[in-house]
């Protein structure tokens, strides 16, 4: 409940939100990673937003640098989110200011703010107003507002703010180009504005104000307004400011949650419905002496009511415990606010409800009961109470054979990701971003001392590593009609990429650097080939980015190059040493030595950016870190479902054994044997057990084969998942109800039949 509350919290806190919209687009034709939708768009967009309609009250964009070096005084600080944005931000969003003012901040293009924590890294005081800081160590900012630290659930948190305005003009970017969509952009809408109507005009401004028309042959661009409390929950849109939720697994996180505590309330009806026979006189007693059928019922349930309260309060004094680590788990700070009613409202209705469905049956039933027949002292429930039991247990099984198959199905697509070809090695790789010009500038020279040192095998540069190739863009080629439009996706690398990453060649050659021509080659891959819809592909010239044409010199196999829940995509690489990684291959066992003569090397060359790393097997399993969440959730949800429906199956079994107690006592006096005596006691549960199993197969196949539809590249589901599922409930299952049985079919006969 706390989580999903902190998610659906997102950006909720600025007064204004439901006015507040994000404008993306989806540009036709030009599909990326699988869909065709932007959140970055032109610069000028909602400027002339605000100029032509006035609905729109005002503007800001946002544009984002990441890990960038930034000089205060002597020192020097590497940021992973630098933001130059429009100050009209600091008046539409409910930003605090601590020091400075929106009318300061607003004051000329070379103004900057900071958040509380970072004007205390920096300076170690608030008051910073006139600071001087220098983005880059090169282009300098004078601090004109320090803000409130933004709560963590934003969909983006701002850390540092440059002016937007000053940073192009530094940079001698244009401010009026509607061809360069770098830029996050919101509008403030007038209360009452129709958004839907106002998306509908979005196309004219394009036409309007942009010096190239819309070719109708080639890309066309569709502008959308999103609400700001909707953005969270975006899912198939490119480059996004940040990682966004899933509604859909939250609410998949909740389904389960309430399946877990209905297995929890089935637990207490089971129970007390099985124990109603030793209250028949309770009830009788009362019955006799006045008491009505609606008290009784007020009773009871005031009981079930105890016992939800009471473990509510053990449920929050977990929480409290367990969040600390719950927070760590998903990487976000999520903390419980006692004084909100926002947190008490809701646990105080599942407190309700949990009352209601636990108790409102065994109390309804136990008041139905005549006195007469309950003074009697019989030993038999009500009518029809043993099949509802059963019914009850069959639903927790479902449940928990649903969650085992779910949770196998997860676990082993995940072990598919981590042991496929994906065409490439990953381990022993090094990988090592480049972040100033400097260091480009001299990248053979560094990558010719890394080759030096002892350990080191291969080293190659590339603008992309091979499991994320990011850049695509329509190719041209020697003898190409007008007709004709491929896109490919787009790498340029040096002459060691292929064989560091053991890329294999199917046809052609690798680039080769002793051929003076292979300075301009291009290698594609076997998708690139049917796209092209070449025959013979060797020798083929395409015009690359910098103007001048290069030929194909080899077809390499298909990788990897994005997440397999994508097709492999066309693919294209230019002979050029990249200009953001560098890619270290090393061998032997003396890693640490290794790394440290490479930081040394490093140092040399880049005195300013601090030496950071990553080996390349970690930035692949990045790429699927929501999935291994989901299947840790999984696994924990599944595993506090069994043993809730187990401990109900324990207590129901102590139950059933202990009324038929005297019943085995006989049949073992009349020669039953303990195996025969063990499944008189466990049939019917295993009966149960498999009528669960068949209820819940379909179930989950439905439900996990979609989710693995999600995946270009996935596991199957095969009769083996299944029969493991259901050996696993067999054994828990057997184990719980076994211990009870056996206990009962050992028992000597004489100590069952003494009361008699």
Same mark, same amino acid.
């Given at each position: 409940?706390?989580?999903?509350?902190?998610?659906?919290?997102?950006?909720?806190?600025?007064?204004?939100?439901?006015?507040?919209?994000?404008?993306?687009?989806?540009?036709?034709?030009?599909?990326?990673?699988?869909?065709?939708?932007?959140?970055?768009?032109?610069?000028?967009?909602?400027?002339?937003?605000?100029?032509?309609?006035?609905?729109?009250?005002?503007?800001?964009?946002?544009?984002?640098?990441?890990?960038?070096?930034?000089?205060?005084?002597?020192?020097?600080?590497?940021?992973?989110?630098?933001?130059?944005?429009?100050?009209?931000?600091?008046?539409?969003?409910?930003?605090?200011?601590?020091?400075?003012?929106?009318?300061?901040?607003?004051?000329?293009?070379?103004?900057?703010?900071?958040?509380?924590?970072?004007?205390?890294?920096?300076?170690?005081?608030?008051?910073?107003?006139?600071?001087?800081?220098?983005?880059?160590?090169?282009?300098?900012?004078?601090?004109?507002?320090?803000?409130?630290?933004?709560?963590?659930?934003?969909?983006?948190?701002?850390?540092?703010?440059?002016?937007?305005?000053?940073?192009?003009?530094?940079?001698?970017?244009?401010?009026?180009?509607?061809?360069?969509?770098?830029?996050?952009?919101?509008?403030?809408?007038?209360?009452?504005?129709?958004?839907?109507?106002?998306?509908?005009?979005?196309?004219?401004?394009?036409?309007?104000?942009?010096?190239?028309?819309?070719?109708?042959?080639?890309?066309?661009?569709?502008?959308?307004?999103?609400?700001?409390?909707?953005?969270?929950?975006?899912?198939?849109?490119?480059?996004?400011?940040?990682?966004?939720?899933?509604?859909?697994?939250?609410?998949?996180?909740?389904?389960?949650?309430?399946?877990?505590?209905?297995?929890?309330?089935?637990?207490?009806?089971?129970?007390?419905?099985?124990?109603?026979?030793?209250?028949?006189?309770?009830?009788?007693?009362?019955?006799?002496?006045?008491?009505?059928?609606?008290?009784?019922?007020?009773?009871?349930?005031?009981?079930?009511?105890?016992?939800?309260?009471?473990?509510?309060?053990?449920?929050?004094?977990?929480?409290?415990?367990?969040?600390?680590?719950?927070?760590?788990?998903?990487?976000?700070?999520?903390?419980?606010?006692?004084?909100?009613?926002?947190?008490?409202?809701?646990?105080?209705?599942?407190?309700?409800?949990?009352?209601?469905?636990?108790?409102?049956?065994?109390?309804?039933?136990?008041?139905?009961?005549?006195?007469?027949?309950?003074?009697?002292?019989?030993?038999?429930?009500?009518?029809?109470?043993?099949?509802?039991?059963?019914?009850?247990?069959?639903?927790?099984?479902?449940?928990?054979?649903?969650?085992?198959?779910?949770?196998?199905?997860?676990?082993?697509?995940? $072990?598919? /990701?981590?042991?496929?070809?994906?065409?490439?090695?990953? &381990?022993?790789?090094? +990988? @090592? #971003? =480049?972040?100033?010009?400097?260091?480009?500038?001299?990248?053979?020279?560094?990558?010719?001392?890394?080759?030096?040192?002892?350990?080191?095998?291969?080293?190659?540069?590339?603008?992309?590593?091979?499991?994320?190739?990011?850049?695509?863009?329509?190719?041209?080629?020697?003898?190409?009609?007008?007709?004709?439009?491929?896109?490919?996706?787009?790498?340029?690398?040096?002459?060691?990429?292929?064989?560091?990453?053991?890329?294999?060649?199917?046809?052609?050659?690798?680039?080769?650097?002793?051929?003076?021509?292979?300075?301009?080659?291009?290698?594609?891959?076997?998708?690139?080939?049917?796209?092209?819809?070449?025959? $013979?592909? /060797?020798?083929?010239?395409?015009?690359?980015?910098?103007? &001048?044409?290069?030929? +194909? @010199? #080899? =077809?390499?196999?298909?990788?990897?190059?994005?997440?397999?829940?994508?097709?492999?995509?066309?693919?294209?690489?230019?002979?050029?040493?990249?200009?953001?990684?560098?890619?270290?291959?090393?061998?032997?066992?003396?890693?640490?030595?290794?790394?440290?003569?490479?930081?040394?090397?490093?140092?040399?060359?880049?005195?300013?950016?601090?030496?950071?790393?990553?080996?390349?097997?970690?930035?692949?399993?990045?790429?699927?870190?929501?999935?291994?969440?989901?299947?840790?959730?999984?696994?924990?949800?599944?595993?506090?479902?069994?043993?809730?429906?187990?401990?109900?199956?324990?207590?129901?079994?102590?139950?059933?054994?202990?009324?038929?107690?005297?019943?085995?006592?006989?049949?073992?006096?009349?020669?039953?044997?303990?195996?025969?005596?063990?499944?008189?006691?466990?049939?019917?549960?295993?009966?149960?057990?498999?009528?669960?199993?068949?209820?819940?197969?379909?179930?989950?196949?439905?439900?996990?084969?979609?989710?693995?539809?999600?995946?270009?590249?996935?596991?199957?589901?095969?009769?083996?998942?299944?029969?493991?599922?259901?050996?696993?409930?067999?054994?828990?299952?057997?184990?719980?109800?076994?211990?009870?049985?056996?206990?009962?079919?050992?028992?000597?006969?004489?100590?069952?039949?003494?009361?008699?």
């Amino acid at each position: 409940m706390v989580y999903t509350q902190y998610e659906f919290s997102y950006d909720q806190y600025h007064s204004r939100v439901n006015d507040i919209y994000r404008v993306y687009k989806s540009d036709k034709g030009n599909f990326y990673k699988g869909t065709n939708k932007y959140a970055v768009v032109p610069t000028p967009l909602v400027p002339a937003m605000k100029d032509d309609f006035s609905e729109v009250e005002d503007f800001f964009r946002i544009e984002t640098y990441g890990n960038a070096v930034v000089r205060v005084g002597t020192e020097v600080f590497l940021e992973p989110s630098i933001h130059a944005v429009d100050p009209s931000i600091f008046e539409i969003l409910d930003l605090e200011l601590l020091a400075g003012s929106p009318s300061e901040i607003g004051k000329g293009n070379n103004g900057a703010a900071l958040s509380e924590s970072l004007a205390m890294k920096y300076f170690g005081k608030i008051d910073v107003v006139g600071e001087v800081i220098k983005y880059k160590d090169q282009y300098p900012f004078q601090v004109t507002g320090v803000f409130k630290d933004m709560p963590k659930n934003s969909h983006f948190v701002l850390d540092l703010t440059i002016n937007l305005e000053g940073i192009l003009g530094a940079t001698e970017r244009r401010m009026d180009n509607w061809n360069n969509s770098n830029f996050y952009a919101y509008v403030l809408l007038a209360p009452g504005t129709d958004a839907g109507k106002l998306q509908g005009r979005l196309p004219e401004l394009r036409a309007k104000y942009a010096n190239d028309p819309i070719n109708e042959e080639g890309q066309e661009s569709t502008y959308y307004l999103q609400n700001l409390s909707d953005v969270h929950f975006t899912s198939e849109v490119n480059f996004d400011i940040a990682p966004n939720a899933d509604a859909q697994s939250l609410y998949i996180y909740i389904g389960i949650a309430f399946m877990i505590l209905l297995i929890a309330a089935i637990n207490y009806v089971n129970l007390a419905t099985a124990r109603s026979v030793n209250k028949t006189k309770e009830v009788g007693i009362r019955k006799v002496i006045g008491a009505h059928k609606w008290s009784l019922i007020k009773q009871f349930l005031l009981e079930s009511s105890v016992l939800v309260f009471t473990a509510l309060a053990i449920a929050v004094l977990v929480l409290i415990m367990v969040l600390p680590a719950f927070s760590s788990f998903i990487d976000k700070e999520i903390t419980i606010n006692f004084s909100s009613l926002d947190f008490w409202i809701p646990l105080l209705g599942l407190g309700v409800l949990m009352t209601l469905l636990s108790g409102i049956y065994p109390a309804t039933m136990l008041a139905k009961f005549k006195p007469i027949t309950a003074l009697k002292g019989s030993r038999t429930g009500p009518k029809g109470s043993a099949l509802f039991r059963n019914i009850l247990v069959v639903f927790q099984f479902t449940v928990s054979c649903a969650l085992i198959l779910g949770a196998s199905v997860l676990t082993k697509q995940l $072990n598919f /990701i981590q042991n496929m070809d994906t065409g490439y090695v990953r &381990d022993q790789v090094l +990988v @090592v #971003g =480049v972040r100033d010009r400097g260091i480009r500038g001299q990248l053979d020279v560094f990558k010719n001392e890394l080759r030096k040192i002892s350990g080191v095998k291969y080293v190659s540069s590339s603008n992309s590593l091979p499991n994320n190739i990011s850049s695509n863009s329509t190719v041209n080629w020697v003898g190409k009609k007008e007709d004709e439009r491929v896109v490919l996706y787009t790498n340029t690398a040096d002459y060691d990429f292929v064989d560091l990453y053991d890329l294999e060649i199917v046809e052609g050659r690798n680039f080769d650097p002793t051929i003076t021509s292979d300075e301009t080659a291009v290698l594609i891959n076997e998708s690139a080939v049917k796209a092209l819809g070449w025959e $013979n592909p /060797i020798g083929m010239q395409m015009m690359r980015w910098w103007g &001048d044409t290069g030929r +194909v @010199v #080899g =077809v390499l196999k298909d990788f990897h190059a994005h997440s397999v829940h994508l097709e492999i995509e066309p693919i294209q690489i230019y002979q050029k040493s990249g200009q953001f990684n560098v890619s270290i291959r090393i061998e032997g066992d003396q890693v640490e030595e290794t790394i440290a003569a490479i930081e040394s090397t490093y140092q040399s060359f880049e005195p300013l950016y601090p030496f950071d790393y990553n080996f390349f097997d970690d930035i692949f399993d990045r790429a699927y870190l929501s999935e291994i969440k989901a299947a840790e959730l999984a696994n924990w949800f599944t595993g506090l479902a069994i043993l809730i429906a187990c401990l109900g199956l324990y207590g129901l079994a102590s139950h059933k054994v202990q009324h038929r107690i005297k019943e085995v006592g006989v049949r073992k006096v009349l020669g039953a044997s303990i195996s025969r005596i063990l499944i008189l006691l466990t049939k019917d549960f295993g009966l149960l057990l498999i009528v669960s199993f068949l209820i819940a197969a379909p179930i989950a196949y439905f439900v996990m084969n979609n989710w693995l539809d999600g995946f270009a590249y996935h596991t199957s589901i095969n009769l083996i998942t299944f029969l493991l599922a259901l050996i696993v409930m067999m054994l828990v299952a057997g184990s719980t109800v076994g211990y009870q049985t056996y206990k009962a079919a050992v028992k000597n006969p004489v100590d069952a039949l003494r009361e008699e």
